[in-house]
């Protein structure tokens, strides 16, 4: 090399690539939110059609900001690389009907490293606002949401599991493994002092049959007394046509508010199945971190 190509390579070298983005920063992006008449979140694709522009506080925003930032960390920017602030944040939904906190729900994408829903609530009276929004997977939900007969709307509920007059916010989670599991995971999350939202249960509700096209296991709730609900397991033909079959029941516990429900009791009508009357993904040894935690495998 002699050297004028030595001084134009180095020159090169020393010289900024201004072909390369810069990476984004969350606090530069302003999210919008929206509000629907039938009070819950839309899904891409989603035939009940969009909402109205509503206020977000900028406490809520922050927290969304917060939340992206965190994310961007975790998944890397080699699979972040070109997003842009509407890419990464669509619209925020708000929901009402937990007392005086509103809820906004915020998807956040962050291309190859995935989707998630981060759930926020605010006090308009005290602006006090959810601290450390949990979050849930987005992928499957937002994926053909509209024609997959596993999703029931609302997506955003609401329920009394401690029949003290304080709801707990539900939100149905879609969930895939990649292979052979498909199910809707219901996460309850209960309404702490300062806006925290604990889960205290989740229920697996819907889950096809991987062997037979034609079954639909289904689990149902109902409270029998304060901190204390009972689990119902069904198999049922997935037309609906055949009556379904009852399979057995758990019974839960609660030691409270903010307390996840536990397994006290299993009544199952083969003792072979015993292990899927809460969830069909551990088995029993795994029942009580399944009502506490959900589904994780997201892939």
Same mark, same amino acid.
């Given at each position: 090399?002699?050297?004028?190509?030595?001084?134009?390579t180095?020159?090169l070298?020393?010289?900024?690539?201004?072909?390369?983005?810069?990476?984004?920063?969350?606090?530069?992006?302003?999210?919008?939110?929206?509000?629907?008449?039938?009070?819950?979140?839309?899904?891409? @694709?989603?035939?009940?059609?969009?909402?109205?522009?509503? %206020?977000? $506080?900028?406490?809520?925003?922050?927290? !969304?900001? +917060? =939340?992206?930032?965190?994310?961007?960390?975790?998944?890397?920017?080699?699979?972040?690389?070109?997003?842009?602030?509407?890419?990464?944040?669509?619209?925020?939904?708000?929901?009402?009907?937990?007392?005086?906190?509103?809820?906004?729900?915020?998807?956040?994408r962050?291309?190859?490293?995935?989707?998630?829903?981060?759930?926020?609530?605010?006090?308009?009276?005290?602006?006090?606002?959810t601290?450390?929004?949990?979050?849930? @997977?987005?992928?499957?939900?937002?994926?053909?949401?509209? %024609?997959? $007969?596993?999703?029931?709307?609302?997506i !955003?509920? +609401? =329920?009394?599991?401690?029949?003290?007059?304080?709801?707990?916010?539900?939100?149905?989670?879609?969930?895939?493994?990649?292979?052979?599991?498909?199910?809707?995971?219901?996460?309850?999350?209960?309404?702490?002092?300062?806006l925290?939202l604990?889960?205290?249960?989740?229920?697996?509700?819907?889950?096809?049959?991987?062997?037979?096209?034609?079954?639909?296991?289904?689990?149902?709730?109902?409270?029998?007394?304060?901190?204390?609900?009972?689990?119902d397991?069904?198999?049922?033909?997935? %037309?609906?046509?055949?009556?379904?079959e009852?399979?057995?029941?758990?019974?839960?516990?609660?030691?409270?508010p903010?307390?996840?429900?536990r397994?006290?009791?299993?009544?199952?009508?083969?003792?072979?199945?015993?292990?899927?009357?809460?969830?069909f993904?551990?088995?029993v040894?795994?029942?009580?971190?399944?009502?506490?935690?959900?589904?994780?495998?997201?892939?």
């Open positions: 090399m002699n050297r004028l190509s030595f001084v134009v180095l020159a070298l020393l010289v900024p690539l201004a072909g390369l983005a810069a990476p984004l920063d969350p606090a530069s992006c302003t999210p919008t939110a929206l509000a629907t008449k039938d009070n819950d979140i839309r899904l891409e @694709g989603d035939w009940r059609g969009p909402g109205n522009p509503v %206020d977000m $506080p900028a406490a809520v925003i922050e927290q !969304v900001r +917060s =939340a992206a930032t965190r994310l961007l960390a975790r998944v890397g920017a080699e699979v972040t690389e070109g997003l842009v602030c509407d890419d990464m944040l669509p619209p925020v939904y708000r929901v009402t009907g937990f007392g005086r906190a509103q809820l906004f729900v915020a998807e956040i962050v291309g190859t490293g995935g989707r998630f829903f981060y759930l926020v609530l605010y006090d308009p009276a005290t602006n006090t606002v601290q450390d929004p949990p979050w849930l @997977g987005a992928k499957f939900l937002t994926s053909s949401a509209t %024609d997959d $007969p596993l999703i029931k709307t609302p !955003v509920s +609401s =329920a009394d599991l401690f029949r003290n007059q304080h709801r707990q916010v539900v939100f149905e989670e879609r969930v895939h493994n990649g292979t052979v599991y498909n199910g809707v995971v219901y996460h309850y999350f209960d309404i702490g002092p300062n925290e604990v889960r205290v249960l989740a229920r697996e509700t819907r889950v096809p049959d991987a062997t037979r096209k034609d079954r639909l296991y289904q689990r149902e709730l109902a409270v029998l007394k304060k901190m204390r609900v009972r689990l397991l069904y198999a049922a033909s997935a %037309d609906g046509k055949v009556r379904r009852s399979l057995g029941y758990t019974v839960l516990q609660s030691a409270g903010g307390h996840p429900f397994v006290v009791e299993r009544h199952s009508r083969d003792k072979a199945g015993a292990g899927t009357l809460v969830t993904t551990e088995g040894d795994h029942d009580d971190a399944f009502l506490r935690e959900g589904y994780r495998m997201y892939y």
